[in-house]
């Protein structure tokens, strides 16, 4: 079993910043690549920004230039630092990590979601 636990998400002003964070725990012998997504009401969950175990990154257009993504490889963990933030970023955040179990079995986990919402 694996449990992926966010945290940071909350309610914050148009132009404002959240540091939202994403650790994992259970049998867990890798972490590869790793993810934040979102998902607005009524709207599909789309991917945000996603960071390899090597460290590469990529962001949605949307938004690039504002949200950093980084990973602590010892902590297991992956942050994604939003900056900038507009109304039309409120959604649910998700975490995604394909974790690579001691049995070399790989499998993609989600975490719980965290709200973030941007007021005007």
């Known amino acids: 079993q694996v449990q992926l636990v966010e945290s940071g998400g909350g309610l914050v002003q148009a132009g404002g910043s959240l540091r939202l964070s994403c650790a994992a725990s259970g049998s867990i012998f890798r972490i590869n690549d790793m993810g934040w997504y979102r998902q607005a009401p009524g709207k599909q969950r789309e991917l945000v920004a996603a960071i390899t175990s090597g460290g590469s990154t990529m962001y949605a257009d949307s938004v690039k230039g504002r949200f950093t993504i980084s990973r602590d490889n010892n902590r297991n963990t992956v942050y994604l630092q939003m900056d900038s933030l507009k109304p039309e970023d409120t959604a649910v955040f998700y975490c995604?990590?394909?974790?690579?179990?001691?049995?070399?079995?790989?499998?993609?986990?989600w975490g719980q979601g965290t709200q973030v919402t941007v007021s005007s």
């Open positions: 995604k990590a394909r974790v690579l179990s001691p049995y070399f079995s790989s499998n993609d986990y």
